[in-house]
């Protein structure tokens, strides 16, 4: 199936024992830096970021990142590549969410979107397999999508829930065109974001959007996304 479409599907990949646990974690670090920042709940939860505006997210959560490490194997085993662990990702939707369609920079060369928590309101995420067809995919949660989302365009239309949490990991194959965005270019796992080495980013981002763009130039520019989200 991935080698394909350039998406695979595993349901229950992950125990609810975990999800439940990962989903505290999520919620206590929201609400510790949102009493933190003085703002209320309610204006702070929904602080969103550069991709997604009704949203609250963060980067590289010690479970995120601990999940990203362990996973790789699994990840490994479905592209049928040897991979480096990249960085990863975590963040609430709220009603109205939208996420525009967008391929992922070169530090999400392989990725694994993971459902942990929902309010049993389905979302289907959009993907365009390498065919050109078009697939909504639900997940639950436990559920996980591995697609290559450095060339697969994906999307997610209106959420008309509460809140749905969701984790991201991000892969890239090991000697290969982005080797060097092992650990995001940061030291290790785990480490903040203000030590990703800037410049090698800047330059990796530049030759994936040439050649991306060589490979599919059918496709609008504007359908590029560049962020770090994933
Ligand atoms: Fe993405």
Redesign the pocket.
């Given at each position: 199936m991935f080698k394909e479409n350039g998406f695979e599907v595993i349901r229950n990949a992950v125990s609810e024992d975990a999800c439940v646990i990962m989903s505290h974690e999520f919620r206590m670090i929201r609400k510790c830096e949102s009493i933190w920042s003085g703002k209320s709940d309610q204006e702070y939860f929904q602080k969103g970021d550069e991709q997604v505006e009704l949203s609250y997210a963060m980067y590289g959560l010690p479970f995120s990142e601990a999940l990203t490490i362990r996973l790789t194997s699994l990840v490994e085993n479905v592209v049928g590549e040897k991979l480096h662990p990249c960085y990863s990702y975590a963040r609430a939707y709220y009603t109205g969410a939208t996420?525009s369609a967008?391929?992922?920079r070169p530090s999400?060369q392989y990725?694994v979107t993971l459902c942990l928590d929902w309010d049993r309101t389905d979302w289907p995420i959009g993907i365009k397999d390498y065919a050109g067809n078009d697939h909504l995919i639900q997940l639950d949660p436990g559920d996980l999508i591995i697609y290559n989302?450095s060339e697969l365009t994906?999307w997610r239309d209106e959420y008309a829930g509460n809140e749905q949490l969701q984790c991201?990991l991000h892969y890239v194959v090991q000697d290969g065109p982005f080797d060097e965005m092992k650990y995001d270019t940061r030291p290790y796992m785990g480490t903040a974001p203000d030590l990703k080495n800037q410049d090698l980013i800047y330059r990796l981002n530049e030759k994936h959007r040439v050649d991306w763009m060589n490979r599919n130039d059918q496709v609008l520019e504007d359908l590029y996304?560049t962020?770090n989200?994933?």
């Open positions: 996420m967008h391929i992922d999400c990725s989302g994906h991201f996304g962020k989200e994933g």
